[in-house]
């Protein structure tokens, strides 16, 4: 250890020069090679929280560009499925059940009696007739049937009529089919079929649906929604 008074060189251990008799001080800069330096602890853990947030921010960024890209292609989507047999499909049971709904304003609400709903609808509708599914493989003239449950109901008494079929997808023979649940023909792709719903539209209908289309609906009394009978005084 060097003296700071006489600058003689003097032994590690003494702590007063033996020139001067100056006391030594050690040199705080100098490395003690008992105390190696290490790295301060914290370290490695802001560096792991540094890793985290940019790891985060690259999800949220990936899940944003993903869902921007479905925005865009979903619609190209539904218009290509639009044009194929399923398109064509739905389009013909649309225009089905504007016959049906067209047909029930002329005949005070009332659905037609489904051993000829064919007959009653036809007049309200333009050639060709919209009778055939184009993924139809049986050969038969009619490829959808009535929801015999609708028989010459009124349309009033329907409850939930976006989800009660009214026609759909059949496999029952005949030239007016009636039929409902275990005549249903899965035709489509995945064990689809296409309906036509009460309330005039038209969908696709899978397994997996959250809330199944309805065969069997519950009905309003008869007389809901008529007036009162006038009694005689």
Same mark, same amino acid.
């Given at each position: 250890m060097v003296c700071p008074r006489c600058q003689r060189e003097n032994a590690e251990r003494d702590r007063f020069c033996g020139a001067c008799g100056a006391p030594l001080t050690p040199d705080a800069s100098a490395p003690n090679p008992e105390r190696p330096t290490t790295a301060r602890p914290d370290a490695p853990r802001r560096a792991g929280s540094a890793c985290a947030v940019a790891?985060?921010?690259?999800? =949220?960024? !990936? $899940? @944003? @560009?993903?869902?921007?890209? @479905?925005?865009i292609l979903y619609p190209l989507y539904v218009h290509t499925q639009d044009r194929g047999p399923r398109g064509t499909c739905l389009a013909k049971q649309r225009t089905l059940m504007s016959a049906m709904l067209t047909y029930a304003a002329d005949y005070d609400g009332m659905l037609p009696a489904a051993g000829a709903w064919v007959s009653r609808t036809a007049p309200y509708m333009t050639e060709p007739l919209p009778f055939r599914? *184009?993924?139809?493989?049986?050969?038969? +003239?009619?490829?959808?049937?009535?929801?015999?449950?609708?028989?010459?109901?009124?349309?009033?008494?329907?409850? @939930?009529? %976006?989800? =009660? =079929? !009214?026609?759909?997808? +059949?496999? $029952? *023979?005949? %030239? !007016?089919? =009636?039929?409902?649940?275990l005549e249903v023909a899965r035709r489509h792709p995945g064990g689809s079929y296409i309906a036509g719903f009460a309330d005039g539209h038209s969908e696709m209908v899978i397994k997996q649906l959250r809330i199944p289309a309805v065969f069997n609906p519950d009905l309003r009394p008869a007389d809901w929604g008529q007036p009162p009978p006038v009694r005689p005084r």
């Open positions: 790891g985060i921010a690259l999800l =949220v960024g !990936c $899940a @944003a @560009a993903l869902g921007f890209l @479905a925005i599914c *184009p993924d139809d493989r049986t050969g038969d +003239s009619h490829s959808y049937a009535f929801n015999k449950s609708l028989d010459g109901v009124r349309l009033s008494r329907v409850l @939930a009529p %976006e989800r =009660v =079929v !009214c026609v759909f997808d +059949s496999d $029952a *023979p005949g %030239e !007016c089919p =009636v039929g409902g649940l």
